[in-house]
């Protein structure tokens, strides 16, 4: 007698949660999300409306303040408790304070725009230096009796004033030379006041002669020149002597300056 039997068939292993949990999360992840992203827009309208709240409240406001000086204006405040003495001088104080802070505002933009409207003062003073004999263009001291009012003007390489603006200037100069010299055959001593222009031409604006005397010892003379000329920015003036070895360098003998009208 042979005897069968059936062997049960083994059980499946699930290896991970079932298909409907995956749905279940992510549904969840979807809606959680979404909330996010609302209530940061919430957020952001429940701001701009506060904000625009605000202005609609100050806007308000400031009506219901006018329309309470309109009342006291014509006599009505009688019929609220409004103290309408007392708001007319608060408001006519504030007023008066934006009419004053607005008056002080033009008078100083005023000011300001004369202030920079004001030509600088250009002026300019020195005395020869007294270790120059040699060269007929006279050189100046950097120190002692020197004056330089403004950037606008400088004396460069010790032999020229040179402006920066134009206009209408003063210029002057004064050389004192010794004339003890015998008087036959002697040329006169000659001083000249001459112009450099920014294109480097020369000319001549003032001369002085003066004839030399035989008195000894030194007999001291003096020429001065000064005249009013225009110069244009980058003008430069220098004095041209016949002899600088004549040339006195004392303590006020000789000098060269200008002044911008």
């Known amino acids: ?44 309208y429940l701001h701009r409306r506060l904000d625009k709240i605000e202005d609609e409240r100050n806007l308000h406001e400031d009506f219901v303040f006018m329309k309470m000086i309109q009342r006291c204006a014509k006599g009505e405040g009688s019929l609220s ?15 008066k304070d934006i ?22 003062q250009i002026a300019a003073h020195v005395i020869s230096d007294a270790s120059s004999k040699t060269t007929s263009v006279l050189q100046w001291a950097e120190k002692g009796y020197y004056t330089m009012s403004t950037k ?10 040179t402006v920066q603006r134009q206009g209408l200037y003063y210029i002057y ?23 450099r222009s920014p294109s480097e031409s020369e000319r001549i604006l003032l001369r002085a002669a003066n004839t030399h005397s035989s008195s000894k ?39 060269f300056g200008l002044l911008k009208l």
């Open 1 to 44: 007698m042979i005897e069968t039997y059936s062997q049960p068939s083994p059980r499946s292993v699930t290896t991970g949660p079932p298909v409907s949990m995956k749905i279940f999360m992510y549904l969840l992840t979807i809606f959680l999300i979404t909330q996010m992203i609302g209530s940061a827009l919430f957020a952001v």
């Open 81 to 95: 408790l409004l103290n309408c003495e007392q708001i007319k001088s608060q408001f006519g104080g504030f007023i």
């Open 99 to 120: 009419m004053l802070n607005e008056e002080a505002k033009k008078k100083e933009k005023t000011f300001e725009m004369q202030k920079g409207d004001q030509e600088p």
């Open 152 to 161: 606008l003007v400088e004396l460069k390489y010790k032999k020229q004033l």
């Open 173 to 195: 100069a004064q050389v004192t030379f010794c004339s003890n010299r015998e008087a036959s055959g002697q040329m006169p001593f000659i001083a000249s006041l001459c112009l």
């Open 217 to 255: 010892p030194c007999g001291q003379q003096s020429i001065h020149l000064g005249g009013v000329f225009e110069l244009q920015p980058g003008a430069s003036v220098f004095v041209n002597v016949t002899d600088p070895s004549q040339v006195s360098h004392g303590t006020g003998f000789t000098s």
